[in-house]
């Protein structure tokens, strides 16, 4: 079974600290996504990589960034976290192949940021 | 961008009931995707379909391209299904990202 990890299940942060949100998994997968979820809006992507270094965009990246360095491993940045950051955060990462493939998620982190 | 809407937005049965939550996209897909959402966050992956009927378990999923519809039914719910069922589509367009209903809150109560 694939299994993505998340550091930290609840997590609470002060206004303009930077913030390290990480997430691994183990089963090769090439690609990595993060998402924040809020009520009302479902799941929103902030960033997606599909290998290696790789980065791109989603729909709301202002206010992060992402590092992949390694295949297992793509951290989440809230480079001064804000108060409208408060949110659940969830990491999914699936297989390559440009087709569908069913993505496969952690157990997410919520954030709260005073 | 594709429009991925749910019904009902919450759904509360009595035990045993059969239960259908519909999902409308407004753009041509390759796949769609059902998850499920348990209290305390983690999501789960139940069905991922492009075509006509899946089954598992008391779980049944379909789809209708031409009408760009999809429904997920339980057949004899349980306690245990009450989760937040969330309809995803992925784009034409050969790359990775999905787009997400806001999901449907289901309560089965015992």
């Known amino acids: 079974d694939v299994k993505v990890t998340q550091s930290s299940r609840y997590l609470v942060k002060r206004t303009g600290e930077k913030v390290f949100l990480e997430c691994v998994q183990d089963?090769?997968?090439?690609?990595m996504f993060w998402y924040r979820q809020d009520p009302g809006l479902g799941l929103r992507l902030i960033y997606f990589?599909?290998?290696?270094?790789?980065?791109e965009k989603g729909d709301i990246p202002e206010g992060y960034s992402v590092s992949r360095e390694k295949k297992e491993r793509f951290s989440l940045i809230l480079e001064s976290a804000s108060t409208n950051q408060t949110s659940m955060y969830l990491c999914?990462?699936?297989?390559?192949?440009?087709?569908?493939?069913?993505?496969?998620f952690g157990d997410g982190t919520r954030l709260s940021i005073l | 961008k594709n429009e991925v809407e749910q019904s009902p937005q919450n759904l509360t049965a009595q035990e045993g009931e059969f239960i259908t939550i519909n999902c409308s996209y407004s753009?041509?897909?390759?796949?769609l995707h059902w998850l499920q959402q348990h209290p305390g966050g983690g999501i789960v992956s139940l069905f991922m379909?492009?075509?006509g009927k899946k089954k598992h378990g008391r779980l049944i999923a379909t789809i209708n391209i031409q009408e760009k519809h999809s429904s997920l039914h339980i057949t004899a719910s349980h306690p245990r299904d009450s989760a937040v069922y969330i309809c995803?589509?992925?784009?034409?367009?050969?790359?990775?990202?999905?787009?997400f209903g806001t999901g449907t809150r289901l309560t089965i109560i015992p």
């Open positions: 753009v041509g897909i390759s796949a």
């Open positions: 089963m090769d997968h090439e690609n």
């Open positions: 990589s599909y290998d290696v270094k790789m980065k």
């Open positions: 379909l492009s075509s």
């Open positions: 995803a589509v992925d784009g034409n367009f050969g790359n990775e990202k999905l787009t």
């Open positions: 999914a990462s699936s297989l390559d192949g440009g087709a569908s493939r069913p993505q496969h």
